[in-house]
């Protein structure tokens, strides 16, 4: 008898798990826990990929046990809540780590009434955020302790719960208000905001909701670091490598450090926004080879004739109509053979690839719709949205980095007459 999918799934994880429970143990590391003390430690690549098999294979034999008639119960409407009010309400810093508290002191220490308190850590206790050990009595999880203490963690889920949740809320209502719309301030955070500023705009005039989201942007990308990496490691930067590179968007400069020290004799220009690039110093190693300067991507490129001009996370922000315009402000600066460097997700065929990462990509994308009308794209969409640009814009491909949800799409600008 064949055997079934459920039993491969079961064997996969079986032998996976096996996998990492030796590796932990060759190693003198604690098995994975909910203790407050446990410390998630870091995997070398080939065991770390082993977790990523081990959640998918769980979550389609879970999916396969309940059946088609209980998708519903993954549509869980209390999480996201549960999580705002740990967030808004500071309840995982209200009492000490390593110590208990009754939901009456919680209570007073956080100035929300007890019966509220009681009924969201009880709830938050089955997505094991807390613990109850005895009646009436909290205490700390790995969980609940990562919120109390990480700061960054702490604004992911502010920003998660009180600008992308809200936002998501109403996308439905704004594609039907602004059908087919481009336009960044006809989304479903306008509405859920009741403002018709776009997201960034708004975002300038509120200092707290800028450092949040900077925080953000640094802790699901680690700072950055691992996909500068990724795109340092899979591109071809040597046909340039005494040439000159230009990022557009490029914040306080670390993509073009990272690149300057990669190639050294490469120069670099970082560009951003006059704010953003107020006061960053370069460091000394790369002064006379890297500069960072103002310049807004909607008006004209100002440096002419560099090898390669990149872009990394931009376009998402962005419809068509407005990527178009970034990418047309640029023509006037390219010479002939000028590279077009793109670092970003590119989505993939569907079910080509396991439906968790799919998921989190098309997530992504969702995100975008909801509060900025940007988008995701696919190959074809990323090769049309050149090709519309102008005609001697070359899609040449792209480049997805292995272990890496993000892709280098690259483009030659061709035109012999210039």
């Known amino acids: 008898m064949a055997k079934t999918r459920i039993s491969e799934l079961a064997a996969i994880i079986s032998t ?28 070398p690549p080939d065991i770390a990929v082993c977790k990523v098999t081990i959640s998918e294979a769980t979550e389609e034999l879970n999916s396969l046990l309940a059946g088609p008639s209980a998708f519903w119960t993954t549509l869980d409407t209390t999480f996201l809540p549960t999580i705002h009010a740990i967030y808004r309400f500071k309840l995982a810093s209200s009492f000490p780590i390593g110590g208990e508290a009754s939901f009456a002191f919680i ?16 709830l938050a206790i089955t997505h094991r955020i807390f613990r109850e050990p005895r009646r009436g009595i909290v205490t700390h999880t790995a969980i609940s302790k990562a919120i109390a203490t990480i700061p960054l963690l702490q ?43 776009t997201y960034f705009n708004g975002m300038k005039k509120d200092p707290d909701r800028g450092k949040r989201f900077a925080d953000v942007m640094n802790f699901t990308h680690a700072g950055g670091k691992f996909e500068r990496a990724g795109l340092i490691a899979h591109y071809d930067w040597a046909c340039m490598s005494e040439g000159l590179v230009v990022e557009l968007g490029g914040s306080q400069g670390m993509m073009c450090f990272d690149l300057a020290r990669y190639s050294p004799k490469m120069k670099c220009i970082s560009q951003d926004l006059p704010d953003v690039v107020a006061g960053v110093e370069v460091p000394e190693d790369l002064k006379g080879r890297v500069e960072v300067v103002a310049h807004d991507f909607f008006t004209e490129q100002p440096v002419k004739n560099a090898d390669a001009y990149l872009f990394r996370w931009i376009f998402h922000d962005w419809s068509d109509k407005y990527s178009i315009r970034i990418l047309r402000k640029l023509i006037p600066a390219l010479k002939h053979g000028a590279r077009i460097v793109t670092g970003k997700v590119c989505l993939p065929e569907p079910g080509s690839i396991s439906y968790s990462i799919e998921r989190r990509m098309r997530a992504t994308d969702m995100v975008m719709k909801a509060c900025l009308n940007g988008r995701e794209r696919d190959v074809d969409q990323w ?24 892709s280098v799409i690259e483009v030659i600008w061709e035109d012999v007459s210039v």
């Open 16 to 43: 996976k798990t096996e996998i990492i429970e030796q590796y932990l143990r060759s190693h003198n590391l604690a098995s994975p826990s909910f203790d407050v003390d446990y410390v998630d430690p870091q995997l």
């Open 155 to 197: 604004s992911f889920l502010g920003l998660v719960t009180e600008e992308i949740w809200p936002a998501s809320t109403r996308i439905v209502d704004a594609i039907e208000k602004w059908p087919n719309s481009e336009e960044p301030n006809e989304t479903g955070y306008n509405l859920a905001t009741n403002q018709y500023e």
């Open 383 to 406: 090769a049309q949205l050149f090709t519309k640009s102008d005609s001697r814009f070359n899609f040449k491909g792209v480049i997805r980095i292995p272990g890496s949800r993000w």
């Open 107 to 122: 209570a007073s220490a956080v100035d929300i009434p007890e019966p509220d308190v009681q009924r969201i850590i009880r």
